[in-house]
């Protein structure tokens, strides 16, 4: 059974760091890509960033030299770093993963506020 589960959101000032994680069971995690995907207040699901087996990391424009996607193949766990964050920025984060099926965890929130 595919098992995700985040951890690490709060509430940070803009311009501020935040750091995800994600740990992750049931799958063959390190031949598998991962993803982060969110949703803000009243909008749909918004992909952030993915991870794939070999190290190839790709990024939303809206996040492109700000977060920063990485894995840990020993650990089964994936992180998102994020830096300089804005208010834009506040939404649920969700680890997501799909194979024939989709699958998400129960989500970390994010707040950017002063």
């Known amino acids: 059974e595919v098992h995700l589960m985040e951890s690490g959101g709060d509430l940070v000032q803009p311009g501020g760091s935040l750091r995800l994680s994600c740990a992750a069971s049931g799958f063959n995690f390190r031949k598998s890509w991962l993803s982060w995907v969110r949703q803000a207040p009243g909008q749909g699901l918004e992909w952030v960033a993915s991870?794939?087996?070999?190290?190839?990391?790709m990024y939303a424009d809206s996040v492109k030299g700000r977060f920063t996607i990485s894995r840990d193949n020993a650990k089964n766990t994936v992180s998102l770093q994020m830096n300089t964050l804005k208010p834009e920025d506040t939404a649920i984060y969700y680890c997501?993963?799909?194979?024939?099926?989709?699958?998400r965890g129960q989500g970390t929130q994010v707040t950017v506020s002063s």
């Open positions: 997501y993963y799909k194979h024939h099926a989709e699958y």
């Open positions: 991870s794939g087996a070999y190290g190839r990391r």
